[in-house]
């Protein structure tokens, strides 16, 4: 079993900035993959970015740029950096964590509300 705990949220400006942290507990090992997505109301939940435990990056291309994903592996914890936010990024965000032998695990989302 894998836990993930998002923590950073919140309300900010456009043009702000703000930092996701997801850490993970359990079962943490070898090869695997965690990301950070994102589902805004009405829409569907989409990639943002992930980062493998090699580690190898992946963004979406309306985050490119902006958004920086990172880990810790000892403290077995994901990063997002999200600069020059815009009122399009407001969602809640979740992580997750997916091994290679297919465990697949979510945490319960960070809501991020960009507004003046």
């Known amino acids: 079993q894998v836990q993930l705990v998002e923590s950073?949220?919140?309300l900010v400006q456009p043009g702000g900035s703000l930092r996701l942290s997801?850490?993970?507990s359990?079962?943490?090992f070898g090869i695997n993959l965690m990301g950070w997505y994102r589902q805004a109301p009405g829409k569907q939940r989409e990639?943002?970015?992930?980062?493998?435990?090699?580690?190898?990056?992946k963004y979406a291309d309306s985050v490119k740029g902006r958004f920086t994903i990172s880990r810790d592996n000892v403290k077995n914890?994901?990063?997002?950096q999200m600069n020059?936010?815009?009122p399009e990024d407001t969602a809640v965000y979740y992580c997750r964590y997916v091994h290679l032998s297919?465990?697949?695990y979510w945490g319960k989302g960070t809501l991020v509300t960009v507004s003046s």
């Open 8 to 10: 950073g949220g919140g």
């Open 22 to 24: 997801c850490a993970a």
């Open 26 to 28: 359990g079962s943490i």
């Open 47 to 57: 990639l943002v970015a992930s980062i493998s435990s090699g580690p190898s990056t």
């Open 77 to 80: 914890t994901v990063y997002l």
């Open 84 to 86: 020059s936010l815009k």
């Open 102 to 104: 297919g465990m697949d």
